[in-house]
């Protein structure tokens, strides 16, 4: 049997096989086994044949054969009378796709002359138009494959082949009249975009247009298992490229787009505004210029009377590039564009603040935005009449929406010529800014309406303080004296005026303080420092406490990098001369929380400069110094436990930013603090110190945070260790100091432990004499002592402890101190502020699922084994180790889970545990709710019991709050035929949650209750 | 302009000029005239969350005071309601108003019921959808509110044309549940009342 049968034998039935054959014929081919001379005359039989699948299968063979055929086995010669005879079978009303195919494999095996190329096309059209006469798809792709290929390398051919034949184009554009399907439109659009871009298309330009345009709008939508990717979108663009191709389009596709426009679909709207910028753009400023005020009078409504945002949006965008593209060309079109824009947008502002008012200023500034040249000329004619109306308005409120516009409008302008850092988009040119002529007449409006307004005219005010900001950051437009008139009036409204409602006017001039001071920090220091400073008494004797807002504001100027050092250096100052000046404590305490919010704003600043040690010696130093002594110069508030711990803050934050080499020093210091002492004398070294000896543990555990896990301790880690759990378990520490010392053992066993030692450091406490882990020893010290530890150890999700958890699991079942145990577990997991990365510490990125693994199936497992007393306690640790878990961990055993939280919800006093229970409930609703499906009747009783009160055992506003936000996502997450049965009942106890004593929860009642009422009606629609 | 507004083009109240509730409570917390800017930077669970001592906590706060429903709480309760015709809250078009809610006590002392009055401010006179507002509200009101109260809504006098027939058509009880059977008028309901929080 020869190939070509073979081939035929197997089309119908199994398409690799047949493929297979005609490789083979392609090898022998190659081989020289078979003469091209003979393939012909074999297939000559199959080409004459009566049956027109035959002829089809016949070429597509052939193609085959072809396509798998190496480079340079085919002669010139042989190519060329290929290319004939394939093009004399397009004769054939049959087989289109494989002539192609056989084509597109001959062009690829080498290059055509312009004469061949030429015929090619001409043959096409002659023989196969138009397309759409072939109904498979697959047939016509390939034919715009080969018009694709034609286009894309032989542009000169085709250009040429157009222009000698008039009637060319005609033909070439009904080509492809007719296409539906997306894979061959994405080729249509692609193959005519040349012509419309590189062709005179003179007349055709109609016709050329239609044939994209009548796709217009896209509305194709992909099957669901689209296998060939392309989406609407993809369609879109490139329609919108071919619209937008040709200048000579305008007078056919603005008036079409601007009827569509008119359209009710949203998407179409869209489109339409989006080919109208697309074509604006390409079309060029004299196209344009012809067409902008129509497209003004028609795109305007969409952003006078929004309909839809970001159609207001792309209508803006439209506006925005009418005026791009005219200012490339001359000045006339530009003017004549603006000029009824203006007119318009002046019209709306004599009746501000009105919705459309806010859109005329939305649309100026959005064309004013474009360039200096348009922004210069809205300027010219806007600024006058907006600061006459100013004059003449008679209410705020009118002023008010003068002023709105006019901020929007300088800002714009900013965004044209830049700030004082920045340059804009329009360059370096400042100087020609038409804003320079308003200047001063703005700066007086601002200035004296921030100023002399009441007090109560908030929005009014926030305009000005926005105008002021924009004004003073316009690059090279306010003088510094200017600038400073600016910063003065801010830092007395700061400083001076009496607080009002939400004091919204002075946290927007201390913000606004920041900014200037981003813009212009050294008139910041020298115009508001002093004012600030001048506020912040040595002493405060007359013990007022007006100080404070100033230090708020003070320090938030921290905020900008370019002041930090000086506003840190300030703080330091007031703090020392306060301390040496006997200042009260609250005073001195209010200095110190302001220097810590400063540094802490500062903290990526200090990072950067590890080797200074500037501010270790101004800071840190003295703190230490002032901490250990125990004579004059150790003031009295810091015997306080809460001044000493922002004091350790403080340290902490300068200290970790120390390099490696300075650290070591410092830590030999973590216990003496400076004093000269040794570190055998301190605690936790030593147990009979003075009250006040102990409370430097607070600031030695800041100390301890901020070292780099290479720093060398003071003493061996085993005696340390030991040390701070006998130290942390004498009855007569202050809570604030026993929870230091705890702490301390978190971080030394987390930081200063290798991965191999890790593993045994618990054994000296394990050990006898200490026996933690004893039931019979067990008490609360010691269960503290226990979590701590545990605390350094999971977060670095150690193997040890895996043979830790399960002593900890065992004691939830202790008679005495079960529930004490019960409780620690919501510390396991609570994120701390001093065991961070940035202190330095070693938190692997796993610890939560480790232990979550570790511990929940466990709780879970003796949960259901416990006896009824104990089941509380399993109950207790299982929401304190859920508490901090992220939910996504938790949402692979949340099966298991729902039952034991929907008994915790029946605890009596353990609310911390019903909130936590809650709150994962919330999260499995949110996530997974089909696992709560089955239990709906179940939930939804057991939250409306919480959520209600009750004058015996009822739930605190806290727990009230969130079950009636849990119940409010019950009938949006389950499903309508669970929830329905159990309306009646929820919306009827939920009045009584609406007459709650407290607001909290009555507000959370008001919100559950009306999604509850809501069930029943959307029950009503699907009927 | 779209003609099938009756009014296209309201003027509109600022955000922060409305009435909150906010405003009191920030004065009452804070005597000392700071904002609280300082209050965080000791985060509270260090020392306060002892999760050892737990008697302290449950009781932290307990309903110790009653706090009132009063005409702020009114106002939030409808003051997010969005207008029919644009997507603005009744609030900001100033439509409802602090002032002009009251809540009167209970007439004698055996009563339980107190009342809600609460009288709106249409946008123009001749606004033809101030019948759908005022429903709007009371339905608002009367989900929200427990049964205790009675609630009164009415348009504000001289501000409407025809403000005395629409007060009756919405003070008559078996107008409004016969209102409240109409399909269509409950979807326009459901969407004024969707935005309210």
């Given at each position: 049997?020869?190939?070509?049968?073979?081939?035929?034998?197997?089309?119908?039935?199994?398409?690799?096989?047949?493929?297979?054959?005609?490789?083979?014929?392609?090898?022998?081919?190659?081989?020289?086994?078979l003469r091209l001379l003979k393939l012909i005359e074999e297939l000559g039989e199959y080409f004459n044949s009566e049956d027109g699948a035959v002829r089809v299968k016949a070429m597509s063979y052939l193609a085959e054969v072809l396509a798998f055929v190496p480079q340079k086995v085919l002669s010139l010669q042989q190519r060329n009378l290929l290319c004939d005879f394939i093009l004399s079978r397009t004769e054939d009303g049959d087989g289109v796709g494989s002539c192609a195919k056989g084509l597109i494999a001959l062009e690829e095996r080498g290059k055509w002359d312009h004469e061949r190329v030429q015929t090619i096309m001409e043959t096409l059209l002659a023989n196969t138009a138009p397309l759409r006469q072939y109904k498979q798809q697959s047939e016509r792709y390939p034919a715009l494959r080969l018009v694709d290929i034609l286009m894309a390398s032989y542009r000169d051919a085709l250009k040429a082949l157009h222009e000698a034949t008039p009637d060319f184009l005609p033909r070439f554009i009904a080509y492809f009249d007719g296409e539906k399907d997306p894979r061959n439109l994405m080729m249509v659009f692609s193959i005519l975009k040349v012509p419309m871009t590189e062709w005179s298309i003179g007349a055709d330009a109609q016709d050329l247009f239609d044939a994209v345009f009548n796709y217009f709008p896209i509305?194709?939508?992909?099957?669901?298992?689209?296998?060939?990717?392309?989406?609407?979108?993809?369609?879109?663009?490139?329609?919108?490229?071919?619209?937008?191709?040709?200048?000579?389009?305008?007078?056919?596709?603005?008036?079409?787009?601007?009827?569509?426009?008119?359209s009710t679909s949203m998407n179409t709207k869209r489109d339409v505004l989006q080919a109208i910028t697309a074509s604006v753009t390409?079309?060029?400023?004299?196209?344009?210029?012809?067409?902008?005020?129509?497209?003004?009078?028609?795109?305007?409504?969409?952003?006078?009377?929004?309909?839809?945002?970001?159609?207001?949006?792309?209508?803006?965008?439209?506006?925005?590039?009418?005026?791009?593209?005219?200012?490339?060309?001359?000045?006339?079109?530009?003017?004549?564009?603006?000029?009824?824009?203006?007119?318009?947008?002046?019209?709306?502002?004599?009746?501000?603040?009105?919705?459309?008012?806010?859109?005329?200023?939305?649309?100026?500034?959005?064309?004013?935005?474009?360039?200096?040249?348009?922004?210069?000329?809205?300027?010219?004619?806007?600024?006058?009449?907006?600061?006459?109306?100013?004059?003449?308005?008679?209410?705020?409120?009118?002023?008010?929406?003068?002023?709105?516009?006019?901020?929007?409008?300088?800002?714009?302008?900013?965004?044209?010529?830049?700030?004082?850092?920045?340059?804009?988009?329009?360059?370096?040119?400042?100087?020609?800014?038409?804003?320079?002529?308003?200047?001063?007449?703005?700066?007086q409006v601002l200035l004296s309406g921030l100023e002399t307004a009441p007090i109560n005219g908030v929005s009014f005010r926030l305009v000005c303080l926005d105008g002021l900001l924009q004004l003073s950051s316009a690059r090279g437009l306010l003088t510094d004296e200017d600038v400073g008139k600016i910063i003065q009036l801010l830092h007395t409204i700061v400083i001076h005026e009496e607080s009002f409602g939400k004091d919204e006017i002075k946290e927007a001039a201390i913000n606004g303080l920041v900014d200037i001071a981003h813009q212009k920090p050294q008139v910041v220091v020298d115009k508001a420092f002093p004012a600030f400073m001048a506020q912040l008494p040595d002493t405060d004797a007359d013990e007022s406490k007006g100080y404070l807002t100033v230090l708020e504001a003070f320090a938030k100027l921290a905020n900008e990098e370019q002041v930090f050092d000086t506003v840190i250096l300030r703080l330091k100052n007031k703090f020392t001369s306060a301390v040496t000046q006997n200042a009260s404590s609250a005073y001195i305490v209010a200095l110190l929380s302001a220097m810590l919010y400063a540094l802490t704003k500062g903290a990526t600043r200090l990072e950067q400069s590890p080797e200074s040690t500037t501010y270790y010696q101004d800071i840190v130093v003295p703190l230490f110094k002032r901490t250990s002594s125990t004579d004059s110069s150790h003031p009295k508030t810091f015997d306080d436990e809460t001044t000493l711990d922002l004091v350790g803050r403080i340290c902490n934050i300068i200290v970790r930013s120390q390099s490696a080499e300075h650290q070591h020093a410092i830590a030999q210091e973590v216990y003496t603090l400076l004093s000269g002492t040794s570190t055998s004398d301190t605690p936790p070294f030593k147990a009979s110190a003075p009250p006040e000896s102990d409370k430097t543990m607070i600031v030695s555990t800041h100390i301890l945070a901020s070292l780099r896990k290479e720093a060398r301790l003071p003493c061996e880690i085993e005696l340390l260790v030991s040390q701070l759990a006998e130290y942390a378990q004498q009855p007569q520490l202050s809570a604030p100091i026993r929870s230091a010392s705890l702490r301390q053992l978190s971080l030394v066993i987390n930081k200063f432990y290798s991965a191999s030692a890790l593993k045994t450091c618990l054994n000296p406490l394990i050990n006898a004499p200490f026996e933690i882990f004893n039931a019979e020893k067990l008490d609360p010290p010691r269960i503290r002592i226990i979590f701590a530890a545990l605390k350094g150890i999971l977060l670095r999700s150690s193997p040890v402890l895996a043979t830790l958890y399960p002593h900890l699991l065992s004691?939830?079942?202790?008679?005495?101190?079960?529930?004490?145990?019960?409780?620690?577990?919501?510390?396991?997991?609570?994120?701390?502020?001093?065991?961070?990365?940035?202190?330095?510490?070693?938190?692997?990125?796993?610890?939560?699922?480790?232990?979550?693994?570790?511990?929940?199936?466990?709780?879970?497992?003796?949960?259901?084994?416990?006896?009824?007393?104990?089941?509380?306690?399993?109950?207790?640790?299982?929401?304190?180790?859920?508490?901090?878990?992220?939910?996504?961990?938790?949402?692979?055993?949340?099966?298991?889970?729902?039952?034991?939280?929907?008994?915790?919800?029946?605890?009596?006093?353990?609310?911390?545990?019903?909130?936590?229970?809650?709150?994962?409930?919330?999260?499995?609703?949110?996530?997974?709710?089909?696992?709560?499906?089955?239990?709906?009747?179940?939930?939804?009783?057991?939250?409306?019991?919480?959520?209600?009160?009750?004058?015996e055992a009822g739930a605190p506003p806290r727990v009230r709050a969130a079950a009636l936000k849990c119940l409010m996502l019950v009938p949006e997450k389950l499903k309508l035929e669970s929830v329905l049965p159990y309306r009646r009942q929820v919306c009827k106890n939920l009045t009584a949650a609406l007459d709650d004593p407290k607001r909290e929860v009555r507000y959370a009642a008001v919100k559950c209750r009306s999604r509850w009422l809501e069930v029943d009606e959307v029950g009503d629609d699907d009927e | 302009?779209?003609?099938?507004?009756?009014?296209?083009?309201?003027?509109?109240?600022?955000?922060?000029?409305?009435?909150?509730?906010?405003?009191?409570?920030?004065?009452?917390?804070?005597?000392?005239?700071?904002?609280?800017?300082?209050?965080?930077?000791?985060?509270?669970?260090?020392?306060?969350?002892?999760?050892?001592?737990?008697?302290?906590?449950?009781?932290?706060?307990?309903?110790?005071?009653?706090?009132?429903?009063?005409?702020?709480?009114?106002?939030?309760?409808?003051?997010?309601?969005?207008?029919?015709?644009?997507?603005?809250?009744?609030?900001?078009?100033?439509?409802?108003?602090?002032?002009?809610?009251?809540?009167?006590?209970?007439?004698?002392?055996?009563?339980?019921?107190?009342?809600?009055?609460?009288?709106?401010?249409?946008?123009?006179?001749?606004c033809s959808l101030a019948t759908v507002i005022g429903l709007g509200v009371r339905v608002r009101l009367e989900q929200a509110l427990p049964p205790r109260f009675r609630v009164d809504v009415r348009i504000k006098k001289g501000t409407h044309s025809t403000d005395e027939a629409v007060n009756k058509q919405l003070g008559d009880k078996e107008r409004v549940a016969a209102a409240l059977e109409n399909a269509t008028l409950m979807g326009v309901l459901r969407k004024m009342l969707s935005t309210c929080e």
């Amino acid at each position: 049997m020869s190939d070509i049968q073979q081939y035929l034998l197997d089309y119908d039935r199994n398409k690799t096989e047949a493929s297979a054959t005609a490789q083979k014929s392609a090898t022998r081919l190659t081989d020289g086994e078979l003469r091209l001379l003979k393939l012909i005359e074999e297939l000559g039989e199959y080409f004459n044949s009566e049956d027109g699948a035959v002829r089809v299968k016949a070429m597509s063979y052939l193609a085959e054969v072809l396509a798998f055929v190496p480079q340079k086995v085919l002669s010139l010669q042989q190519r060329n009378l290929l290319c004939d005879f394939i093009l004399s079978r397009t004769e054939d009303g049959d087989g289109v796709g494989s002539c192609a195919k056989g084509l597109i494999a001959l062009e690829e095996r080498g290059k055509w002359d312009h004469e061949r190329v030429q015929t090619i096309m001409e043959t096409l059209l002659a023989n196969t138009a138009p397309l759409r006469q072939y109904k498979q798809q697959s047939e016509r792709y390939p034919a715009l494959r080969l018009v694709d290929i034609l286009m894309a390398s032989y542009r000169d051919a085709l250009k040429a082949l157009h222009e000698a034949t008039p009637d060319f184009l005609p033909r070439f554009i009904a080509y492809f009249d007719g296409e539906k399907d997306p894979r061959n439109l994405m080729m249509v659009f692609s193959i005519l975009k040349v012509p419309m871009t590189e062709w005179s298309i003179g007349a055709d330009a109609q016709d050329l247009f239609d044939a994209v345009f009548n796709y217009f709008p896209i509305t194709f939508r992909p099957p669901p298992d689209d296998p060939y990717g392309i989406t609407a979108q993809d369609l879109k663009d490139r329609l919108r490229e071919c619209i937008a191709s040709a200048p000579e389009f305008a007078p056919y596709a603005f008036p079409a787009l601007l009827d569509k426009l008119d359209s009710t679909s949203m998407n179409t709207k869209r489109d339409v505004l989006q080919a109208i910028t697309a074509s604006v753009t390409q079309y060029g400023p004299r196209t344009i210029s012809l067409y902008s005020i129509t497209l003004w009078d028609s795109l305007k409504f969409e952003i006078l009377n929004v309909q839809d945002e970001d159609l207001a949006e792309e209508a803006l965008n439209g506006l925005a590039a009418i005026a791009t593209t005219l200012s490339k060309g001359t000045s006339g079109p530009l003017h004549a564009y603006l000029r009824p824009i203006i007119k318009e947008c002046n019209e709306h502002f004599e009746d501000a603040p009105t919705k459309q008012s806010q859109a005329a200023a939305r649309i100026l500034h959005g064309i004013a935005g474009v360039s200096s040249e348009v922004i210069n000329i809205v300027f010219a004619a806007v600024l006058p009449n907006l600061l006459t109306l100013y004059q003449t308005a008679d209410t705020m409120a009118k002023r008010r929406g003068l002023l709105e516009v006019f901020v929007q409008l300088i800002r714009a302008n900013v965004e044209v010529y830049g700030d004082w850092r920045t340059v804009g988009t329009a360059g370096e040119q400042s100087a020609n800014n038409a804003l320079i002529q308003f200047r001063d007449q703005a700066l007086q409006v601002l200035l004296s309406g921030l100023e002399t307004a009441p007090i109560n005219g908030v929005s009014f005010r926030l305009v000005c303080l926005d105008g002021l900001l924009q004004l003073s950051s316009a690059r090279g437009l306010l003088t510094d004296e200017d600038v400073g008139k600016i910063i003065q009036l801010l830092h007395t409204i700061v400083i001076h005026e009496e607080s009002f409602g939400k004091d919204e006017i002075k946290e927007a001039a201390i913000n606004g303080l920041v900014d200037i001071a981003h813009q212009k920090p050294q008139v910041v220091v020298d115009k508001a420092f002093p004012a600030f400073m001048a506020q912040l008494p040595d002493t405060d004797a007359d013990e007022s406490k007006g100080y404070l807002t100033v230090l708020e504001a003070f320090a938030k100027l921290a905020n900008e990098e370019q002041v930090f050092d000086t506003v840190i250096l300030r703080l330091k100052n007031k703090f020392t001369s306060a301390v040496t000046q006997n200042a009260s404590s609250a005073y001195i305490v209010a200095l110190l929380s302001a220097m810590l919010y400063a540094l802490t704003k500062g903290a990526t600043r200090l990072e950067q400069s590890p080797e200074s040690t500037t501010y270790y010696q101004d800071i840190v130093v003295p703190l230490f110094k002032r901490t250990s002594s125990t004579d004059s110069s150790h003031p009295k508030t810091f015997d306080d436990e809460t001044t000493l711990d922002l004091v350790g803050r403080i340290c902490n934050i300068i200290v970790r930013s120390q390099s490696a080499e300075h650290q070591h020093a410092i830590a030999q210091e973590v216990y003496t603090l400076l004093s000269g002492t040794s570190t055998s004398d301190t605690p936790p070294f030593k147990a009979s110190a003075p009250p006040e000896s102990d409370k430097t543990m607070i600031v030695s555990t800041h100390i301890l945070a901020s070292l780099r896990k290479e720093a060398r301790l003071p003493c061996e880690i085993e005696l340390l260790v030991s040390q701070l759990a006998e130290y942390a378990q004498q009855p007569q520490l202050s809570a604030p100091i026993r929870s230091a010392s705890l702490r301390q053992l978190s971080l030394v066993i987390n930081k200063f432990y290798s991965a191999s030692a890790l593993k045994t450091c618990l054994n000296p406490l394990i050990n006898a004499p200490f026996e933690i882990f004893n039931a019979e020893k067990l008490d609360p010290p010691r269960i503290r002592i226990i979590f701590a530890a545990l605390k350094g150890i999971l977060l670095r999700s150690s193997p040890v402890l895996a043979t830790l958890y399960p002593h900890l699991l065992s004691f939830l079942s202790h008679p005495k101190y079960g529930t004490t145990v019960a409780h620690g577990f919501s510390t396991l997991l609570q994120p701390d502020d001093l065991l961070t990365k940035q202190n330095h510490c070693q938190i692997s990125g796993l610890h939560r699922q480790k232990s979550f693994a570790l511990l929940v199936p466990n709780i879970t497992q003796a949960f259901r084994e416990a006896t009824p007393n104990n089941k509380s306690n399993y109950l207790i640790a299982l929401s304190g180790v859920l508490k901090w878990m992220p939910f996504d961990i938790v949402m692979e055993e949340v099966d298991h889970l729902v039952l034991p939280l929907l008994q915790s919800l029946d605890l009596k006093g353990e609310d911390l545990v019903k909130e936590a229970a809650i709150s994962t409930l919330i999260s499995t609703l949110e996530e997974k709710p089909q696992v709560i499906e089955e239990h709906a009747g179940s939930i939804i009783s057991r939250l409306l019991a919480n959520s209600i009160r009750n004058k015996e055992a009822g739930a605190p506003p806290r727990v009230r709050a969130a079950a009636l936000k849990c119940l409010m996502l019950v009938p949006e997450k389950l499903k309508l035929e669970s929830v329905l049965p159990y309306r009646r009942q929820v919306c009827k106890n939920l009045t009584a949650a609406l007459d709650d004593p407290k607001r909290e929860v009555r507000y959370a009642a008001v919100k559950c209750r009306s999604r509850w009422l809501e069930v029943d009606e959307v029950g009503d629609d699907d009927e | 302009m779209d003609p099938n507004k009756d009014n296209a083009n309201p003027t509109i109240l600022n955000p922060s000029d409305l009435p909150s509730r906010r405003r009191e409570s920030t004065v009452k917390r804070r005597n000392d005239g700071a904002s609280g800017l300082f209050d965080d930077l000791i985060p509270r669970y260090n020392y306060l969350n002892d999760p050892f001592e737990q008697s302290e906590l449950s009781s932290d706060s307990e309903d110790g005071e009653f706090e009132h429903i009063d005409e702020q709480e009114v106002y939030d309760l409808i003051s997010s309601i969005s207008d029919p015709e644009h997507p603005l809250s009744l609030g900001s078009l100033a439509v409802v108003n602090l002032p002009d809610i009251r809540i009167q006590p209970p007439t004698s002392p055996f009563s339980s019921i107190s009342t809600v009055v609460v009288e709106i401010t249409p946008t123009i006179t001749h606004c033809s959808l101030a019948t759908v507002i005022g429903l709007g509200v009371r339905v608002r009101l009367e989900q929200a509110l427990p049964p205790r109260f009675r609630v009164d809504v009415r348009i504000k006098k001289g501000t409407h044309s025809t403000d005395e027939a629409v007060n009756k058509q919405l003070g008559d009880k078996e107008r409004v549940a016969a209102a409240l059977e109409n399909a269509t008028l409950m979807g326009v309901l459901r969407k004024m009342l969707s935005t309210c929080e």
